[in-house]
């Protein structure tokens, strides 16, 4: 495919000074100061928190405009948040177990989101363990590659 990123719970705002991180057994997205030049996160604060019965936030990606996307893991949604971390949008999909969002295509139009729990259709939905591509209207940007390092 074109143009496609790699999905993942991480992203960035626009001016590279300020990374999104999901953590899904809090049920948050939290927002840290980023410091591009070295790499450093500081003051982690809670960017979106999602109520337990609309799931849990998974996968995630930020589009052209500065808004995140994030899917729920159990809820059967896509949410898009505006850069305060309000909900502005929500699209809904025939699988429990969304798991990932990314923008791909030519000129990153097209969103490719991942749903799981295939095996279980009749349990996790009839979409349970497809891809599914959406225009949507937004545009995306191209995901970033990083080198992750653990300790010091």
């Keep these: 495919m074109e143009g496609i990123g790699c999905p993942n719970g991480m992203g960035f705002t626009l001016d590279r000074r300020g990374m999104y991180f999901t953590d899904s057994t809090a049920g948050e997205i939290y927002l840290f100061d980023y410091d591009p030049s070295t790499g450093a996160l500081a003051s982690r604060r809670v960017f979106a928190r999602v109520p337990a019965e609309d799931g849990k936030p998974d996968g995630m990606t930020v589009d052209a405009e500065g808004f995140v996307w994030s899917a729920r ?42 749903t799981a729990g295939g095996d279980h259709k009749d349990e996790e939905g009839p979409g349970a363990g497809a891809l599914f591509r959406l225009r949507s209207g937004v545009r995306g940007l191209a995901e970033f590659s990083s080198r992750i390092r653990i300790g010091a």
């Design 73 to 114: 893991w159990d809820g059967s949604c896509l949410v898009r948040h505006a850069p305060d971390g309000r909900e502005v949008r929500r699209i809904g999909f025939p699988a429990k177990k969304v798991s990932s969002v990314v923008f791909g295509g030519k000129d990153y139009s097209e969103m490719y989101v991942t």
